[in-house]
């Protein structure tokens, strides 16, 4: 069974830096990217970026560009996303989401349960 | 980016009755060689990460209610709730997949009226 185990809710200031981890399982981790998804309290869905295991590049969305990090482990089966200096807009519930893939003949998506980040001072 | 722009942004609807909520794309999402649409609907619960409601454009996801349907093809898509029932409510989100970089629509709302 597939499975990704997101980090557990933080809480920071501004200015600290941050890396928060989904944990894979169930699949072999270098077969499929893993992706992140930002949604802000009581807004959308943001997809923020992926880990493409083809090149090992990362490839992040035009509003997340510069502001995050996403990278892996592979040892560990486990990707990251990372701040370097958080501000309080970073906070909202981050989800990981694995490449969708097929399964007899339907697609199936993974998503992490999420993790919740909060920047106060 | 691709630009995904949902209507309406909230929806209520009688249950029993039809919900139709559209979804536009700022280039087609048709890839012509293998003639398929990239683009999926999701629904999200409170609390929930989003769930994989149609996908090509109007096939169903695993263990999905036969009332849900997708349509359309290129820019412009539609998924249509035949017969809303109370599990219904939730916000909805058009996806478009054709590159790795996807892109959301901005969510509708569908509530119970």
């Known amino acids: 069974e597939v499975q990704l185990v997101q980090s557990g809710a933080e809480v920071k200031k501004p200015g600290e830096s941050l890396k928060i981890s989904c944990k894979a399982s169930?699949?072999?981790?270098?077969?499929?990217?893993i992706g992140w998804a930002r949604q802000m309290p009581g807004k959308g869905l943001e997809w923020m970026g992926i880990f493409d295991p083809d090149d090992s590049e990362s490839r992040y969305t035009s509003s997340f560009q510069g502001q995050v990090t996403i990278s892996v482990d592979e040892s560990v089966s486990t990707a990251y996303l990372q701040w370097s200096s958080l501000t309080a807009s970073d906070t909202a519930m981050y989800y990981c989401?694995?490449?969708?893939?097929?399964?007899?003949?339907?697609?199936?998506?993974?998503w992490g349960r999420g993790t919740l980040v909060i920047v106060s001072s | 980016d691709i630009v995904m722009t949902q209507s309406p942004d909230s929806l209520a609807v009688s249950l029993g009755e039809r919900a139709t909520i559209n979804c536009k794309s700022s280039q087609s999402l048709l890839y012509r060689p293998k003639n398929k649409n990239y683009f999926a609907w999701y629904q999200q619960k409170p609390g929930q990460p989003p769930k994989l409601l149609i996908y090509?454009?109007?096939t169903r996801g695993s263990g999905v209610p036969d009332r849900f349907s997708g349509s359309g093809s290129g820019t412009d898509f539609t998924l249509t709730i035949s017969s809303l029932q109370a599990e219904d409510v939730a916000v909805y989100y058009c996806?478009?997949?054709?590159?790795?970089?996807?892109?959301f629509g901005q969510g509708t709302k569908v509530e119970i009226k």
């Open positions: 169930g699949y072999s981790f270098s077969d499929y990217w």
């Open positions: 996806q478009q997949y054709y590159t790795t970089l996807w892109t």
């Open positions: 090509w454009a109007s």
């Open positions: 989401a694995r490449q969708p893939g097929i399964v007899g003949d339907e697609v199936r998506d993974y």
